[in-house]
């Protein structure tokens, strides 16, 4: 149980630049991210999960790999793409969507400092992430990570567009929505899966976020399945 985790919020990568780990971390699919992690094991992956796609290619190619089942199956395709001196050290995201959108935090090495960035699939002109820390001579330690991402501030020229952090803001937008829906039974662990957070680079972040939705929610007054009954 992720309450049982005894977490190492110093635990610090030695690098971002690994070269097995980047290769995952920076397909930017969802979907064939997760064909490549399961492909891996006996090297029978189809070539184009391995490939960088432009927008182009994506509905001839990609929509085809995986079978075009809805809008989902596009989740994290129109990130923009990893550059060369990029990789991608976290991603948050919203399965349960009817899109399944991605929020991709990276890291990109200038060779002697490392800058850190937030980008998003509806990535516009005008539209940046404001972070701390912004950069580092090393990698980020789990609890600098954990930081970056609760304290990321959505900006648009220079007039805040949203809430601060990349996660809370999620659970409470579903919070808000199940509410309306009039749910109970299952209410919380529908807002828990509407978001989900991974890292190739810290193994422990997942399961922090599932503690910190646990404490999040203790603090909810949730209904009831007699309240439902009522309506």
């Known amino acids: 149980m992720p309450n049982q985790i005894k977490f190492d919020l110093s635990f610090c990568p030695e690098m971002y630049w690994d070269t097995q780990v980047c290769f995952l971390a920076n397909v930017t699919g969802t979907i064939r991210r997760q064909l490549l992690e399961l492909a891996i094991a006996d090297e029978n992956a189809p070539d184009a999960v391995f490939e960088v796609f432009s927008d182009k290619q994506k509905a ?16 994290g395709e129109d990130l923009p793409p990893v550059q060369s001196n990029e990789t991608e050290i976290a991603r948050v995201w919203t399965p349960t969507t009817v899109h399944a959108e991605v929020t991709s935090v990276r ?22 992430y404001r972070i701390s820390p912004e950069s580092s001579t090393k990698p980020l330690t789990m609890e600098q990570l954990i930081q970056l991402i609760d304290t990321a501030d959505l ?23 199940e509410c309306r829906r009039g749910l109970c039974a299952d209410f919380a662990d529908s807002v828990r ?4 957070v991974q890292s190739y680079f810290y193994p422990q972040l997942a399961a922090w976020y599932s503690r910190r939705f646990d ?10 399945k007699e309240a439902k009954v009522k309506r």
């Open 215 to 224: 404490q999040w929610a203790s603090g909810k007054l949730w209904p009831t």
């Open 107 to 128: 890291a990109r090495s200038d060779g002697t400092s490392i800058f850190y960035m937030v980008v998003d699939e509806y990535w516009t002109e005008g539209y940046s």
């Open 60 to 75: 001839a190619k990609v929509l085809p790999l995986l079978g075009y089942t809805g809008p989902s199956v596009r989740s």
């Open 155 to 177: 900006y648009f020229d220079d007039e805040r567009a949203g809430k601060k952090g990349l996660v809370l803001p999620l659970w409470e937008q579903a919070f808000e929505s």
């Open 193 to 196: 899966s509407f978001v989900a």
